[in-house]
């Protein structure tokens, strides 16, 4: 595991799903239209739970449901300035596929982009995003790793670490 006090990385255990809920929301305070946040674990390691959080921190009134069957679920958000666009791609195999279901449109428009088993397109992924990978540690128990890539996320992550853990 890497240390916490690196520049563009944080780590950290939340005990529930309530804890991985409330992260969500304070990382989504920090969230512009365009941000794309790449979620990746296993099944149960958290994903949609951390984008639940995510939504509520952005004002999104509808419950957020993982969209396994559609891939992408849009959320308008309260001041219509953009929306929450929440991607699954547990069905898609590559690129390619995902390409096919107008993926990039979304991900290079101005709506805040989730995108769980994001490891799947990680070749068509803009190259400045927050990647987050949750592990399953025991029935309440996720890790959360967080690694910025590039600078407007550099800077997100050192304000939710200070925000977070006032370091």
Not at 79 to 108: M, P, W
């Amino acid at each position: 595991m890497t240390p916490i006090l690196t520049a563009n990385i944080v780590d950290f255990i939340s005990h529930s799903a309530e804890q991985t809920q409330r992260i969500g929301e304070r990382l989504a305070r920090l969230l512009e239209s365009g941000d794309v946040i790449c979620l990746e674990g296993d099944l149960g390691a958290g994903k949609t739970c951390l984008t639940q959080g995510i939504g509520r921190g952005l004002g999104v009134q509808s419950a957020i449901t993982s969209p396994t069957f559609i891939i992408v679920n849009e959320y308008p958000l309260p001041d219509r300035s953009h929306k929450l666009y929440h991607i699954d791609l547990y069905r898609v195999q590559n690129a390619a596929e995902a390409c096919s279901t107008g993926l990039e449109d979304i991900l290079f428009g101005n709506g805040t982009c989730v995108i769980e088993w994001a490891e799947r397109v990680r070749e068509i992924l803009p190259d400045n995003r927050l990647w987050v990978t949750l592990r399953y540690v025991d029935e309440t128990k996720r890790e959360l790793h967080f690694e910025a890539r590039g600078a407007r996320f550099e800077a997100l992550l050192q304000r939710f670490r200070q925000e977070a853990f006032g370091i």
